[in-house]
T-cell receptor, first 115, second 112 residues
């Protein structure tokens, strides 16, 4: 069964450093998402992406964050200057189409630890 | 902004007992989705409800969408240890379909 993959599974970085989290969505999916989940808390929406542009973003997704689909398969989340509070699990998700009609498939996540 | 609440926050049940979690919104929803997240895992889609009063069943799981489309419930009959995890409802604003808002979740523990 097709699945969303994410790399790395765990990233440790120092405060102020840039990190890039990578995702490979399911191949025929057109909508892509990033979420984060601080340990023990709820899943928080960061951004949705369709047709090579951001379709929605949350208040969390400030200028320190950016997303890119550099080729036909990868979808990346970049954090320019990490803060301690960016430590969380980051999930990528994709769906066949958008709006409310389609389920999202989540990747296994990347655990980001900022020290 | 749109608020999504889930109750209870935690539920501990004896294996074989039933379990119900409730999701409540401050505004009318166009649809609602339910996800399950096992400890250490990622959210997995369970179901989507669209119509007012809709009821859907998946084996021991029953999902219901309220008549006013402001609330939903997930009921598990005769829980098993495999049901352990956190159950999240997820909604979308009518004006921002591509932004998904997850509820805080209900964490279910099943005592064998």
């Amino acid at each position: 069964e097709p699945e969303v993959t994410q790399t790395p599974s765990h990233q440790v970085t120092q405060m102020g450093q840039e990190v890039i989290l990578r995702c490979v969505p399911i191949s025929n999916h057109l909508y892509f998402y990033w979420y984060r989940q601080i340990l023990g808390q709820k899943v928080e929406f960061l951004v949705s992406f369709y047709n090579n542009e951001i379709s929605e973003k949350s208040e969390i997704f400030d200028d320190q964050f950016s997303v890119e689909r550099p080729d036909g398969s990868n979808f990346t989340l970049k954090i320019r200057s990490t803060k301690l509070e960016d430590s969380a699990m980051y999930f990528c998700a994709s769906s066949e189409l958008g709006r409310e009609l389609y389920e999202q498939y989540f990747g296994p996540g990347t655990r980001l630890t900022v020290t | 902004g749109q608020q999504v609440m889930q109750i209870p926050q935690y539920q501990h049940v004896q294996e074989g007992e039933d379990f119900t979690t409730y999701c409540n919104s401050s505004t009318t929803l166009s649809n609602i989705q339910w996800y399950k997240q096992r400890p250490g895992g990622h959210p997995v889609f369970l179901i989507q409800l669209v119509k007012s009063g809709e009821v859907k069943k998946q084996k021991r799981l029953t999902f219901q969408f309220g008549e006013a489309k402001k609330n939903s419930s997930l009921h598990i009959t005769a829980t098993q240890t495999t049901d352990v995890g956190t159950y999240f409802c997820a909604i979308r604003r009518e004006t921002s379909y591509d932004k998904v808002i997850f509820g805080p979740g209900t964490s279910l523990s099943v005592i064998p």
